[in-house]
């Protein structure tokens, strides 16, 4: 459950910013290979319209391809961070102690979709999976501890050298 340095809100214009110049290098390098395939003269040598074809078609689409790629998955880590979270908020409400329904009540997630968030953090041991007197799972946030069981806290040395 890390912020990932390029999922924060200045990650957002770098992401958009990737998002354009991929596109538009993508782009040119796609012209640049149609016009390349479609030229019927070539007055230059093999080899050089080759390395031209390269140079000015092949690496400026791969350029762009890589830039959508990546502004693709560091979108994809935004949201995930931001979904963990309000997941994590959520919990802090309920006292650390969440069920499916509770998240779905209190976020835009279905119930099947907040029962699927919930196990991500339960294979994380994030949260440990207990289930309640009428058989609902309540997922318990690890961490996320009652201003009373805070201030109830001993410290570890007392705990240690019993003193």
Same mark, same amino acid.
């Given at each position: 459950?890390?912020?990932?340095?390029?999922?924060?809100?200045?990650?957002?214009?770098?992401?958009?910013?990737?998002?354009?110049?991929?596109?538009?290098?993508?782009?040119?390098?796609?012209?640049?290979?149609?016009?390349?395939?479609?030229?019927?003269?070539?007055?230059?040598?093999?080899?050089?319209?080759?390395?031209?074809?390269?140079?000015?078609?092949?690496?400026?689409?791969?350029?762009?391809?890589?830039?959508?790629?990546?502004?693709?998955?560091?979108?994809?880590?935004?949201?995930?961070?931001?979904?963990? &979270?309000?997941?994590?908020?959520?919990?802090?409400?309920?006292?650390? !102690?969440?069920?499916?329904?509770?998240?779905?009540? !209190?976020?835009?997630?279905?119930?099947?979709?907040? &029962?699927?968030?919930?196990?991500?953090?339960?294979?994380?041991?994030?949260?440990?999976?207990?289930?309640? !007197? &009428?058989?609902?799972?309540?997922?318990?946030?690890?961490?996320?501890?009652?201003?009373?069981?805070?201030?109830?806290?001993?410290?570890? !040395?007392?705990?240690?050298?019993?003193?």
């Amino acid at each position: 459950m890390c912020m990932h340095p390029k999922t924060t809100r200045g990650g957002l214009v770098t992401e958009v910013i990737q998002y354009i110049a991929g596109a538009i290098v993508l782009l040119f390098g796609f012209i640049m290979i149609v016009g390349a395939i479609a030229s019927e003269e070539t007055k230059l040598t093999v080899t050089t319209d080759l390395v031209l074809f390269l140079l000015l078609g092949i690496l400026p689409a791969l350029l762009g391809g890589w830039l959508l790629f990546t502004a693709r998955k560091n979108s994809k880590l935004r949201r995930v961070d931001a979904l963990e &979270n309000l997941v994590l908020q959520i919990a802090s409400r309920y006292g650390g !102690n969440l069920t499916a329904a509770e998240l779905a009540m !209190n976020s835009k997630l279905s119930i099947t979709q907040a &029962n699927e968030v919930l196990e991500r953090f339960a294979k994380q041991n994030v949260a440990y999976l207990k289930i309640s !007197n &009428n058989g609902t799972y309540v997922y318990q946030f690890e961490g996320i501890v009652s201003q009373q069981d805070k201030d109830q806290a001993e410290s570890l !040395n007392s705990l240690i050298y019993k003193e």
